[in-house]
């Protein structure tokens, strides 16, 4: 089964911290991940795609790592700003665009 | 940057009555779409939408649905008859490729509410 399961659910870190978020995925045939950041009543932002071949890949203080053969995905986020609070989302699609799978997200909170 | 535009933000209706959800792609993009998320949930894809026709549809996405381009700017969707599960944010999503390394661009959303 098609599946994207993302962990923690939660997470509460202190401004300026670090924190890594995890994706696991059983979709088949694979093409690509994606990581959308969603903030609270608006639609999701995407951040980075990895593809097959791609190992790491960073957009500012956002890096995405994708292993293929355990089928495992993060994101670290670097430094965190009040404004990194959000519900990260991994999204995985399979044989078309329109099929697309959602993880649940990760709720990320920044403190000050 | 380019965005897709939703309006309303936010529609409050009465169950069993029709509502309309209107959309603005981005200008260049071909492919449009419509996902849902109700409160607490995982984005669920509704439909898939090229060259005025569907091109992928949900289960979610009965005969109380459908999805319309009226013009070369607006994409619709209709709930024929609203029904309190139909509750949800909905948003409408576009891309310039239809293949799975393009990216979808999302909306804002439109919370509807159906008492």
């Known amino acids: 089964k098609n599946q994207v399961e993302q962990s923690p659910q939660s997470l509460i870190i202190l401004e300026g911290k670090n924190c890594t978020l995890q994706?696991?995925?059983?979709?088949?045939?694979?093409?690509?991940l994606r990581w959308y950041k969603q903030d609270t009543g608006r639609g999701p932002v995407s951040l980075t795609i990895?593809?097959?071949?791609?190992n790491t890949k960073s957009n500012g203080r956002y890096t995405a790592t994708l292993d293929a053969d355990t089928k495992q995905s993060s994101l670290h986020i670097t430094a965190s700003q009040l404004s990194d609070s959000a519900s990260y989302i991994c999204?995985?699609?399979?044989?078309?665009?329109?099929?697309?799978?959602f993880g649940s997200g990760t709720r990320l909170s920044i403190r000050p | 940057e380019p965005e897709v535009t939703q309006t309303p933000s936010h529609q409050v209706t009465q169950m069993g009555q029709e509502v309309i959800l209107r959309c603005v792609p981005i200008?260049?993009?071909?492919?449009f779409y419509w996902y849902r998320q109700i409160l607490g949930q995982k984005v669920e894809f509704l439909v898939s939408?090229?060259?005025?026709?569907?091109?992928?549809k949900s289960e979610i996405f009965d005969d109380q649905f459908s999805v319309e381009r009226p013009d070369g700017s607006n994409f619709t969707l209709k709930i024929r008859s609203t029904k309190l599960e139909d509750s949800a944010m909905y948003f409408c999503?576009?891309?310039?490729?239809?293949?799975?390394?393009?990216?979808?661009?999302f909306g804002n959303g439109t919370r509807l509410t159906v008492t």
């Open positions: 999503a576009s891309s310039e490729g239809q293949g799975l390394n393009s990216p979808l661009h």
């Open positions: 200008s260049n993009h071909l492919y």
């Open positions: 990895m593809t097959f071949s791609e």
């Open positions: 999204v995985v699609p399979y044989s078309s665009a329109s099929k697309i799978i």
């Open positions: 994706c696991n995925y059983t979709v088949s045939p694979f093409s690509n």
């Open positions: 939408f090229y060259n005025n026709e569907i091109s992928e």
